[in-house]
Protein backbone atom coordinates (compact mmCIF):
# COMPACT_ATOMS: atom_id res chain seq x y z
CA UNK A 1 0.00 0.00 0.00
CA UNK A 2 2.43 2.21 0.83
CA UNK A 3 3.55 2.09 -2.73
CA UNK A 4 0.37 3.24 -4.62
CA UNK A 5 0.53 6.01 -1.52
CA UNK A 6 3.50 7.40 -2.84
CA UNK A 7 2.42 7.29 -6.44
CA UNK A 8 -1.20 9.07 -5.60
CA UNK A 9 -1.34 12.49 -7.33
CA UNK A 10 -5.05 13.54 -5.78
CA UNK A 11 -7.47 11.90 -3.85
CA UNK A 12 -10.74 13.19 -1.52
CA UNK A 13 -11.50 10.83 1.38
CA UNK A 14 -14.76 10.91 3.63
CA UNK A 15 -12.60 10.29 6.84
CA UNK A 16 -10.32 12.78 7.12
CA UNK A 17 -11.48 16.77 8.11
CA UNK A 18 -12.46 18.18 4.71
CA UNK A 19 -10.55 21.40 6.28
CA UNK A 20 -7.49 19.31 5.93
CA UNK A 21 -7.97 18.28 2.42
CA UNK A 22 -6.59 19.98 -0.86
CA UNK A 23 -8.84 19.48 -4.97
CA UNK A 24 -9.24 21.84 -7.12
CA UNK A 25 -12.67 23.29 -6.55
CA UNK A 26 -16.24 23.10 -5.45
CA UNK A 27 -18.79 24.34 -7.61
CA UNK A 28 -22.44 24.50 -6.17
CA UNK A 29 -25.45 26.73 -5.49
CA UNK A 30 -24.36 29.50 -8.25
CA UNK A 31 -20.77 29.95 -6.07
CA UNK A 32 -17.32 28.40 -6.97
CA UNK A 33 -14.72 27.80 -3.84
CA UNK A 34 -11.26 27.19 -4.61
CA UNK A 35 -8.99 25.08 -2.78
CA UNK A 36 -8.55 25.03 0.90
CA UNK A 37 -12.12 27.59 1.36
CA UNK A 38 -14.91 24.70 2.30
CA UNK A 39 -14.42 23.84 6.08
CA UNK A 40 -15.41 20.96 8.04
CA UNK A 41 -18.72 21.52 7.88
CA UNK A 42 -18.79 21.67 3.79
CA UNK A 43 -21.28 23.33 2.03
CA UNK A 44 -25.13 24.26 2.85
CA UNK A 45 -27.85 26.10 1.38
CA UNK A 46 -30.48 27.22 3.56
CA UNK A 47 -29.52 25.00 5.97
CA UNK A 48 -29.51 22.24 4.04
CA UNK A 49 -26.36 20.28 3.17
CA UNK A 50 -24.83 20.90 -0.82
CA UNK A 51 -21.52 18.74 0.10
CA UNK A 52 -20.18 17.47 2.98
CA UNK A 53 -19.58 14.97 5.08
CA UNK A 54 -22.79 12.31 6.17
CA UNK A 55 -23.52 9.21 7.70
CA UNK A 56 -23.84 6.38 4.85
CA UNK A 57 -27.22 6.51 3.40
CA UNK A 58 -26.92 2.46 2.80
CA UNK A 59 -26.55 2.00 7.01
CA UNK A 60 -23.12 1.20 7.06
CA UNK A 61 -22.50 3.59 9.97
CA UNK A 62 -19.08 5.06 7.64
CA UNK A 63 -18.64 8.73 6.92
CA UNK A 64 -19.15 9.46 3.31
CA UNK A 65 -19.36 12.41 0.98
CA UNK A 66 -22.51 13.80 -0.49
CA UNK A 67 -22.90 15.99 -3.29
CA UNK A 68 -26.42 17.18 -2.90
CA UNK A 69 -27.81 19.73 -5.96
CA UNK A 70 -31.95 20.33 -6.06
CA UNK A 71 -34.04 21.72 -8.77
CA UNK A 72 -34.69 25.10 -7.71
CA UNK A 73 -30.73 25.34 -6.58
CA UNK A 74 -29.07 28.66 -9.00
CA UNK A 75 -27.28 27.28 -11.80
CA UNK A 76 -23.18 27.55 -11.52
CA UNK A 77 -21.46 27.76 -14.97
CA UNK A 78 -24.04 27.09 -17.17
CA UNK A 79 -25.76 24.01 -15.13
CA UNK A 80 -27.37 22.63 -12.04
CA UNK A 81 -24.17 21.13 -10.29
CA UNK A 82 -22.68 19.87 -7.01
CA UNK A 83 -19.28 18.97 -7.71
CA UNK A 84 -15.29 19.19 -7.24
CA UNK A 85 -12.98 19.18 -9.26
CA UNK A 86 -9.64 17.44 -9.22
CA UNK A 87 -6.22 18.22 -11.22
CA UNK A 88 -4.71 17.51 -13.21
CA UNK A 89 -5.17 13.73 -15.08
CA UNK A 90 -1.42 13.28 -17.05
CA UNK A 91 -1.24 12.96 -20.42
CA UNK A 92 0.40 10.74 -22.58
CA UNK A 93 1.37 7.94 -20.25
CA UNK A 94 -0.86 5.77 -18.14
CA UNK A 95 -2.83 5.93 -15.04
CA UNK A 96 -5.24 4.77 -12.87
CA UNK A 97 -8.31 6.40 -10.78
CA UNK A 98 -10.33 4.45 -8.47
CA UNK A 99 -13.32 5.84 -6.67
CA UNK A 100 -16.29 4.33 -4.49
CA UNK A 101 -19.85 6.11 -5.35
CA UNK A 102 -22.84 5.97 -4.80
CA UNK A 103 -25.78 7.17 -7.03
CA UNK A 104 -29.43 8.20 -6.38
CA UNK A 105 -32.06 5.57 -8.29
CA UNK A 106 -34.01 7.90 -10.78
CA UNK A 107 -36.16 5.53 -12.41
CA UNK A 108 -38.90 6.63 -14.24
CA UNK A 109 -36.98 10.12 -14.69
CA UNK A 110 -36.26 11.65 -18.12
CA UNK A 111 -33.88 13.78 -17.52
CA UNK A 112 -30.07 13.42 -17.59
CA UNK A 113 -27.39 14.03 -14.89
CA UNK A 114 -23.48 13.16 -14.97
CA UNK A 115 -22.32 11.79 -12.35
CA UNK A 116 -18.50 11.55 -12.80
CA UNK A 117 -16.63 13.33 -15.54
CA UNK A 118 -13.16 14.11 -17.13
CA UNK A 119 -13.54 17.29 -18.55
CA UNK A 120 -10.84 19.44 -20.46
CA UNK A 121 -9.32 22.23 -18.63
CA UNK A 122 -9.96 24.83 -21.57
CA UNK A 123 -12.76 27.23 -20.68
CA UNK A 124 -12.62 29.97 -23.04
CA UNK A 125 -14.74 28.81 -25.53
CA UNK A 126 -12.78 28.11 -28.21
CA UNK A 127 -12.77 24.32 -27.95
CA UNK A 128 -15.76 21.43 -27.57
CA UNK A 129 -17.23 21.84 -24.77
CA UNK A 130 -18.22 17.82 -23.87
CA UNK A 131 -16.21 16.17 -21.31
CA UNK A 132 -13.85 13.68 -22.32
CA UNK A 133 -15.63 11.10 -20.25
CA UNK A 134 -18.60 11.05 -18.97
CA UNK A 135 -20.73 8.48 -16.61
CA UNK A 136 -24.12 9.44 -17.42
CA UNK A 137 -27.83 8.82 -16.01
CA UNK A 138 -30.67 8.46 -17.74
CA UNK A 139 -33.82 7.57 -15.88
CA UNK A 140 -32.69 3.78 -15.32
CA UNK A 141 -30.14 3.71 -18.06
CA UNK A 142 -26.09 4.40 -17.34
CA UNK A 143 -23.99 5.39 -20.48
CA UNK A 144 -20.76 5.96 -20.71
CA UNK A 145 -18.79 7.76 -23.55
CA UNK A 146 -15.33 9.30 -24.53
CA UNK A 147 -14.97 12.04 -26.65
CA UNK A 148 -11.97 13.38 -28.93
CA UNK A 149 -10.72 15.27 -31.53
CA UNK A 150 -7.51 15.28 -33.04
CA UNK A 151 -7.54 18.22 -35.28
CA UNK A 152 -5.37 21.17 -35.03
CA UNK A 153 -9.00 23.32 -33.99
CA UNK A 154 -11.14 21.30 -32.28
CA UNK A 155 -14.41 22.28 -31.75
CA UNK A 156 -18.18 20.22 -31.27
CA UNK A 157 -18.54 20.63 -34.61
CA UNK A 158 -15.65 18.32 -35.30
CA UNK A 159 -15.32 16.08 -32.30
CA UNK A 160 -15.85 12.16 -32.05
CA UNK A 161 -18.13 10.57 -29.33
CA UNK A 162 -17.60 6.90 -28.23
CA UNK A 163 -20.13 4.98 -26.32
CA UNK A 164 -18.56 2.60 -24.64
CA UNK A 165 -21.25 0.84 -22.61
CA UNK A 166 -25.27 1.69 -22.40
CA UNK A 167 -27.33 -0.41 -20.35
CA UNK A 168 -30.90 -0.29 -18.89
CA UNK A 169 -31.74 -1.28 -15.29
CA UNK A 170 -27.99 -0.34 -14.49
CA UNK A 171 -26.37 -2.21 -11.23
CA UNK A 172 -25.25 0.71 -9.91
CA UNK A 173 -27.86 2.50 -9.21
CA UNK A 174 -28.76 3.30 -5.60
CA UNK A 175 -25.86 1.14 -4.38
CA UNK A 176 -22.28 1.04 -4.02
CA UNK A 177 -19.91 0.83 -6.76
CA UNK A 178 -16.14 0.12 -7.04
CA UNK A 179 -14.81 1.98 -10.10
CA UNK A 180 -11.28 1.90 -10.91
CA UNK A 181 -9.87 2.99 -14.34
CA UNK A 182 -6.65 2.69 -16.30
CA UNK A 183 -6.05 5.15 -19.31
CA UNK A 184 -4.00 6.34 -21.30
CA UNK A 185 -5.70 10.00 -22.43
CA UNK A 186 -4.31 10.92 -25.98
CA UNK A 187 -6.52 12.82 -29.11
CA UNK A 188 -4.36 10.98 -31.87
CA UNK A 189 -5.18 7.47 -32.85
CA UNK A 190 -1.69 6.03 -33.16
CA UNK A 191 -0.13 7.47 -29.45
CA UNK A 192 -1.09 4.46 -27.70
CA UNK A 193 -4.35 5.88 -25.94
CA UNK A 194 -6.90 3.15 -24.22
CA UNK A 195 -9.19 3.22 -21.21
CA UNK A 196 -10.37 0.04 -18.95
CA UNK A 197 -12.99 0.79 -16.86
CA UNK A 198 -13.32 -2.17 -13.39
CA UNK A 199 -17.34 -2.16 -11.85
CA UNK A 200 -16.63 -4.06 -8.70
CA UNK A 201 -13.85 -6.15 -9.99
CA UNK A 202 -15.85 -7.25 -13.26
CA UNK A 203 -13.84 -5.40 -16.54
CA UNK A 204 -16.85 -3.26 -18.32
CA UNK A 205 -14.90 -1.20 -20.59
CA UNK A 206 -12.06 -2.48 -22.74
CA UNK A 207 -11.44 0.94 -25.62
CA UNK A 208 -7.79 1.33 -27.58
CA UNK A 209 -7.98 4.61 -29.34
CA UNK A 210 -8.40 8.18 -28.86
CA UNK A 211 -9.79 10.58 -25.73
CA UNK A 212 -9.51 13.90 -25.46
CA UNK A 213 -8.81 16.95 -27.10
CA UNK A 214 -5.85 18.75 -29.27
CA UNK A 215 -5.30 21.58 -26.67
CA UNK A 216 -1.84 22.36 -26.08
CA UNK A 217 -1.28 24.32 -22.87
CA UNK A 218 -4.45 22.99 -21.40
CA UNK A 219 -4.73 20.12 -18.49
CA UNK A 220 -7.74 17.65 -18.45
CA UNK A 221 -8.80 16.93 -14.75
CA UNK A 222 -11.43 15.09 -12.80
CA UNK A 223 -14.55 16.02 -11.30
CA UNK A 224 -16.76 14.31 -8.98
CA UNK A 225 -20.62 14.66 -8.20
CA UNK A 226 -23.78 15.79 -9.81
CA UNK A 227 -24.00 18.11 -12.91
CA UNK A 228 -27.15 18.59 -14.70
CA UNK A 229 -26.78 21.00 -17.40
CA UNK A 230 -29.99 23.13 -18.53
CA UNK A 231 -29.35 23.40 -21.90
CA UNK A 232 -30.51 21.77 -25.29
CA UNK A 233 -34.06 20.54 -23.41
CA UNK A 234 -32.93 18.98 -20.57
CA UNK A 235 -35.22 20.41 -17.65
CA UNK A 236 -34.91 18.65 -14.62
CA UNK A 237 -37.93 16.27 -13.69
CA UNK A 238 -39.19 17.33 -10.70
CA UNK A 239 -40.87 13.78 -10.06
CA UNK A 240 -37.44 13.71 -8.12
CA UNK A 241 -36.44 17.05 -7.00
CA UNK A 242 -33.91 16.49 -4.88
CA UNK A 243 -30.77 14.26 -5.92
CA UNK A 244 -27.51 13.10 -4.28
CA UNK A 245 -24.32 11.38 -5.80
CA UNK A 246 -21.89 9.85 -2.29
CA UNK A 247 -18.16 8.88 -2.72
CA UNK A 248 -16.47 7.07 -0.03
CA UNK A 249 -12.57 7.71 -1.29
CA UNK A 250 -11.43 8.40 -4.66
CA UNK A 251 -8.06 8.51 -5.31
CA UNK A 252 -5.87 9.03 -8.84
CA UNK A 253 -2.59 6.99 -8.75
CA UNK A 254 0.71 8.34 -11.32
CA UNK A 255 1.78 4.84 -13.06
CA UNK A 256 4.09 5.77 -16.06
CA UNK A 257 6.10 2.61 -16.02
CA UNK A 258 2.59 0.95 -16.16
CA UNK A 259 4.40 -0.98 -12.31
CA UNK A 260 0.84 -1.28 -11.08
CA UNK A 261 -2.32 -4.24 -11.37
CA UNK A 262 -6.02 -3.77 -11.24
CA UNK A 263 -5.31 -5.72 -8.34
CA UNK A 264 -3.04 -3.04 -6.44
CA UNK A 265 -5.39 -0.27 -7.19
CA UNK A 266 -8.30 -2.34 -5.82
CA UNK A 267 -6.47 -3.22 -3.21
CA UNK A 268 -5.85 0.43 -2.38
CA UNK A 269 -9.44 1.57 -2.61
CA UNK A 270 -10.94 -1.25 0.10
CA UNK A 271 -7.78 -0.64 2.33
CA UNK A 272 -9.03 3.73 2.06
CA UNK A 273 -12.67 2.36 2.59
CA UNK A 274 -12.12 0.37 5.50
CA UNK A 275 -13.01 -2.72 4.11
Do not use: C
Not at 74 to 99: C, D, K, M, N, S
Amino acid sequence: MSQIAASVRNEIDASSPLGNQRWGQTQAIGSIWQSGEVGDSGVTRNGSIRFGAVSDPAGSGSSVLEYRATATDPATVGGIRTETTHPFLPRGETFWQAVRLRHGDWSGTSDNQIVFQWHSGNHSGSGPSGPILAFYVIGDTMKIVTRHDGSSSPSNDTSNTTTHLQESDTPSAGAWVDLVIQANITPFHDDGGFLRIWRDGTLIVDYVGPIGYNEPGYQDYAKLGLYHWTSWGNDWDVSIPERSVHVHHMAIVDDPGEAYEFADVAGYLRHRTGR
